[in-house]
Nanobody, 118 residues
Framework: QVQLVESGGGLVQAGGSLRLSCRAS????????MGWYRQVPGKQRELVAV???????TYADSVKGRFAISRVNAENTVYLQMNSLKPEDTAVYYC????????????WGQGTQVTVSS
């Protein structure tokens, strides 16, 4: 099975920075998409940023120019550098890896809390 272990969440003041890390282990197809989603209570989980194994990135409009996603394929690790944080970035951030081989494979981490104080 696939496991995702996240780290790097915490409490930061508005304008500050945090870096999230996520390492995937197990049987992972080489050509995959890794990324970060976030969720606040009462709302749906939303995409923050994703990156393919080829390096193509997609960002939510709300984080463009402030967040940067990167990955190390050989280590099945994805990072999210978050700068100029705002109170509205407060959420639980979830790591995800997915690929399609005949069917879709979709795995999630346990989530890490990010709290931005004003």
């Amino acid at each position: 099975q696939v496991q995702l272990v996240e780290s790097g969440g915490g409490l930061v003041q508005a304008g500050g920075s945090l870096r999230l890390s996520c390492r995937a282990s197990g049987s992972i197809f080489s050509f995959n998409t890794m990324g970060w989603y976030r969720q606040v209570p009462g709302k749906q989980r939303e995409l923050v940023a994703v990156i393919t194994s080829g390096g193509t990135t997609t960002y939510a409009d709300s984080v463009k120019g402030r967040f940067a996603i990167s990955r190390v394929n050989a280590e099945n690790t994805v990072y999210l550098q978050m700068n100029s944080l705002k109170p509205e970035d407060t959420a639980v951030y979830y790591c995800n890896v997915r690929w399609v081989v005949v069917r879709e494979y979709d795995y999630w981490g346990q989530g890490t809390q990010v709290t931005v104080s004003s």
